[in-house]
C-alpha cells in the first residue's frame, strides 16, 4: 500500500525537491498551494498533471481550509514547509510572519486532532537554524540554547515548541528537523547564495555592472537543499518521534561565497577597504571566461562588481551558524557531506549562466527536459 503525504509549501524550493522525492518513493503526494493572481508555479509545473501528484487551494492563515483538506486527503504523513521564510522581510511584516510560521503550525497539528488522525499521521515540521539566533555556543547542536534574533525566528519558536508539546501532551508523532541554510539552482532569488550566483552570471556577460550586498562577514554552514529533503523524509521514519539538527559542519562567510560564485563566472576577485566601504574588485578574467570569449562586452580587471549597501543590513543578524550533524549521521545513517559546499557554488553558477544567456530561460521546461536537476 502506498502512503499518503500532505506538503505544506509544495510551490517552495524544499517542497519541489520533497514532491520528486516522495513520487519516486511511490508515495500518493498532495500539496497545498495558495491563490494568487499569477498561477505560475515554476518549481512544481513540471509534476502537474502526474497521476499520484495532487494540488489544493488552502492557506497556512486559513484553519477552516486546513481541517477539510487533511481530512479529504487523509496523510499518513504531514511536511509542515509553508512559511514566510525570508528574515529580512520579517522584519517588514512580522505580524504575517508570526500568523503563517508560529499559528500555521498550530493549525496543521489541530486539524490533524480533529479529523482524528493524530494516532496515525505524522507530521514533520521545517524548524531552523534561526532559533540559534545570537549563538549561545558554536558548532550548535540539538541541545544548544536557543535564542532568536528576529520576527522570523521568534515565530519559527513557536512552531518548535508547539510540536514538542503536542509529541508530549497528545502523544503525536511531531517532530522537527532543525535546518541549516541549504541552497540550489531553485534557491528564490533574494536569498543571499543565489542573489550572488546570478549576479555573477550576469556581470560576466555584461548584463549588470554590480552586485550589492550587507554583511559580508556573516558565517553560514550552507548545504544542498536536494540533499536535505532526504533527512525530512528519514526523521519521520525514525522508530521515535525525536527533533534532529541536519547541518554540512562546514562553515563559509558570504564573502567567501562571492569569491567562489566570481571564481566560477570566470572573475577573479580581490577585496578592498572595510566594513561600508568594502569592494570586489576584479583581479583577473579566467581564459575561458565569457569576456574573453567577446572582447569588449562585460568586465575589465580593476572594475569594482561588489559593493556593500546597509539596505541589506538587518537590525540583528545572525552572524555564527555552524551545526553540528552528528546525531543525523549516528541514527538517521544520513551523509551530511554528499554535496560540498564547491560543487553547491559551481552548480548554481552553471545554473545561473545558462539562465542569463537563454533569453526563453524557462525553469518548469529545463526541470521537464531533466536539463536543470
Ligand atoms: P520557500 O522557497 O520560501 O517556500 C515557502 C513555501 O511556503 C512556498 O511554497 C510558499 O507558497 C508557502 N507559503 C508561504 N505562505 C503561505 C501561506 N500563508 N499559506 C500556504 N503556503 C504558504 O522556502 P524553502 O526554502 O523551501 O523552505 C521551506 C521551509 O523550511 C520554510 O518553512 C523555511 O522557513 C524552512 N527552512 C528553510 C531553510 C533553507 O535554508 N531553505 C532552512 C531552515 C528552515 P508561495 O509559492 O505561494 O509563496
Ligand atoms: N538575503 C541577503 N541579501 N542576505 C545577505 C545579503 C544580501 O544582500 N548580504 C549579506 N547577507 C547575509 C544576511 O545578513 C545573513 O546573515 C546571511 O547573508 C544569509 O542570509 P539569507 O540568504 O537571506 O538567509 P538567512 O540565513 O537569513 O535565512 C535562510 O536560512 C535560514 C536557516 O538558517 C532562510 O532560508 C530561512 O528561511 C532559514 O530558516
Not at 2 to 28: C, H, M, N, P, R
Not at 175 to 192: A, D, P, Q, Y
Not at 264 to 281: K, N, Q, S
Not at 345 to 361: C, G, S
Amino acid at each position: 500500500m502506498s502512503k499518503t503525504a500532505l506538503i505544506t509549501g509544495v510551490t517552495g524550493q524544499d517542497g519541489s525537491y520533497l514532491s520528486e522525492f516522495l513520487l519516486a518513493k511511490g508515495y500518493e503526494v498532495h500539496g497545498i498551494i495558495r491563490r494568487s493572481s499569477v498561477d505560475y508555479r515554476e518549481r512544481i509545473a513540471h509534476l502537474e498533471g502526474k497521476p499520484h501528484f495532487h494540488l489544493h487551494y488552502a492557506d497556512m492563515s486559513d484553519s477552516m481550509s486546513l481541517v477539510k483538506l487533511v481530512g479529504k486527503v487523509q496523510p499518513d504523513e504531514i511536511y509542515n514547509l509553508a512559511a514566510q521564510s525570508h528574515v529580512q522581510v520579517s522584519f517588514d511584516a512580522p505580524e504575517f510572519t508570526a500568523d503563517v510560521d508560529a499559528v500555521g503550525v498550530l493549525r496543521v497539528l489541530e486539524a490533524v486532532r480533529t479529523n482524528h488522525l493524530e494516532k496515525t499521521c505524522r507530521i514533520y515540521q521545517a524548524s531552523t537554524s534561526e532559533l540559534y539566533g545570537k549563538v549561545e555556543e558554536v558548532p550548535q547542536s540539538e541541545t544548544t540554547p536557543f535564542h532568536p534574533y528576529s520576527p522570523y525566528a521568534v515565530a519559527k519558536l513557536y512552531g518548535y515548541w508547539i510540536i514538542k508539546e503536542y509529541r508530549e501532551a497528545y502523544n503525536m508523532f511531531c517532530c522537527s528537523g532543525i535546518l541549516f541554510n541549504h541552497e540550489s539552482e531553485r534557491r528564490g532569488e533574494t536569498f543571499v547564495t543565489r542573489k550572488i550566483t546570478l549576479a555573477a552570471a550576469r556581470i560576466a556577460h555584461g548584463k549588470q555592472d554590480c552586485l550589492y550586498l550587507g554583511n559580508l562577514d556573516s558565517l553560514r554552514d550552507w548545504g544542498y537543499a536536494k540533499d536535505y529533503v532526504e533527512c525530512m523524509w528519514l526523521i519521520l521514519q525514525h522508530e521515535k518521534p525525536e527533533d534532529f539538527v541536519i547541518a554540512t559542519g562546514i562553515q563559509h562567510s558570504v564573502r567567501e561565497f562571492a569569491t567562489l560564485a566570481f571564481r566560477h563566472a570566470g572573475i577573479e576577485l580581490r577585496w578592498e577597504g572595510e566594513g561600508i566601504e568594502e569592494v570586489g574588485v576584479v583581479k583577473n578574467l579566467t581564459p575561458s571566461s565569457p569576456q574573453e570569449r567577446e572582447p569588449g562586452k562585460g568586465v575589465k580587471i580593476g572594475d569594482i562588481v561588489v559593493r556593500v549597501s546597509p539596505d541589506f543590513y538587518r537590525p540583528t543578524d545572525v552572524v555564527n551558524l555552524l551545526g553540528d550533524p552528528s546525531k543525523a549521521k549516528r541514527e538517521l545513517g544520513w551523509n551530511p557531506q554528499k554535496t560540498s559546499f564547491e560543487q553547491l557554488v559551481q552548480l548554481m553558477v552553471e545554473h545561473d549562466m545558462r539562465k542569463v544567456t537563454h533569453e526563453h530561460y524557462n525553469l518548469a521546461e529545463y526541470l521537464e527536459k531533466g536539463i536543470v536537476k
